[in-house]
């Protein structure tokens, strides 16, 4: 007998931070096996246009404050918004470098650093542009229980793998950030070859 892939709850906590009071929920899943979660502004159960971002995990970004891309920006952006409202979440996906993992991504940057845009290093490498998949994120929000979302992004792939999965997506909403010299480049590939919506 074939298995149905899962999405469980795993473990939740209080999570306090700099922009206020937050809950983070642990999920895993049979999909990909990996361990996401969620940061969650009050109860979002039942609540119509709850603002979500659904945030890939981006180590260089996040964590070492890397200009090279514009994560961090549109990750602290987020939470900042999020922190005003009643309801919001973010999801957290373990989905470092668009889905190519965190070593395929620093290979690609030193492509980059040799002249190649974004999707060209991908691309050399040997993978799309965009390797990221959203059943995982549809299971966590099924769980968490939103009526409908209002997504947070610049990626209109992002709205489509969600709606795809019976999410509700009320409606977008641009999560702009200053340019800075070290990724200008590198939005304007995003915009002009992977679709995003925003101007630089």
């Known amino acids: 007998m074939i298995s149905t892939p899962t999405v469980t709850i795993h473990a939740e906590a209080k999570l306090p931070t700099r922009w206020g009071e937050f809950r983070i929920i642990a999920f895993k899943n049979t999909i990909d096996g990996k361990e996401h979660v969620a940061v969650v502004r009050g109860d979002v159960r039942g609540v119509e246009a709850v603002h979500t971002?659904?945030?890939s995990e981006c180590l260089t970004g996040?964590?070492?404050?890397?200009?090279?891309?514009?994560?961090?920006?549109q990750l602290e952006k987020a939470l900042q918004t999020i922190s005003k409202l009643d309801a919001g979440l973010i999801l957290y996906m373990r989905q470092e470098g668009r889905g190519i993992g965190?070593?395929?991504?620093?290979?690609?940057?030193?492509?980059?650093?040799?002249?190649?845009?974004?999707?060209?290093a991908n691309e050399h490498l040997g993978f799309?542009?965009?390797?990221?998949?959203y059943a995982v994120a549809a299971g966590m929000l099924d769980l968490l229980g939103p009526a409908s979302i209002e997504l947070m992004t610049n990626n209109?792939?992002?709205?489509?793998g969600l709606t795809s999965r019976g999410i509700v997506v009320s409606s977008?909403?641009?999560i702009v950030t200053p340019a800075n010299e070290h990724n200008l480049f590198y939005l304007q590939t995003k915009r002009e070859k992977s679709g995003h919506l925003f101007a630089v």
């Open 62 to 73: 996040d964590v070492f404050g890397s200009l090279k891309c514009d994560c961090r920006d």
């Open 102 to 120: 965190l070593a395929n991504k620093i290979a690609a940057y030193s492509l980059q650093d040799a002249g190649m845009d974004t999707v060209e």
């Open 53 to 55: 971002r659904v945030h």
């Open 156 to 160: 209109p792939s992002k709205m489509q």
């Open 128 to 133: 799309d542009d965009d390797l990221r998949e």
């Open 172 to 174: 977008r909403l641009p």
